[in-house]
């Protein structure tokens, strides 16, 4: 089975001129929901990861799939405003402004190797400040696993000095 069959685009969606990758259209196809996770997986279970940090919202779900095959806790890194206890907070630019994402402060103690997920990397603003939140709290980043990579986007190049994997590359859009 080819796993990019079961991405869906969807053209001008959240605006005009991007082309969305819609992965529920994976995730509702048991066969590729499982092989997506078991592939995941088999790329990290050996790097002694002891938390898996998945980044709201689409990162929540393999993430947690993946926390529990791994036998370590998932830690949710949410938009502002969202999550209840003491926080702290990361800003990254977007094409037009910026944005932020936070994490708890007890959620990551020293000496814990993450697992950093998310569904999709295009320019790796997002996942660059993911793992600032992560290693201001102590934390090593062991991998970074995206489902998808907008290989076009060259986000890689913004997550230098890490070790980033993917599932589904797209060479142009
Ligand atoms: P970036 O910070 O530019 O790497 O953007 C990554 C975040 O934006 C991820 O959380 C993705 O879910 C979302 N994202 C960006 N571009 C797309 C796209 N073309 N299709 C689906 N999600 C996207």
Known sequence: MNLKDTIRDVKDFPKKGIIFKDITTLLKDPKAISIAVEELYKLVKDKKITK???????????GAALALKLGVGFIPIRKPGKLPAERIAESYSLEYGTDSIEIHKDA???????LLHD????????MKAACNLVERLSGKVGQISFLIELSFLKGRENLNGYDVHSLIQYDSE
């Open 52 to 62: 898996v940090v998945g980044i709201e919202s689409r990162g929540f779900i393999l």
């Open 108 to 114: 990551i103690e020293q000496g814990d190797v993450v």
């Open 119 to 126: 569904d999709l990397l295009a320019t790796g603003g997002t």
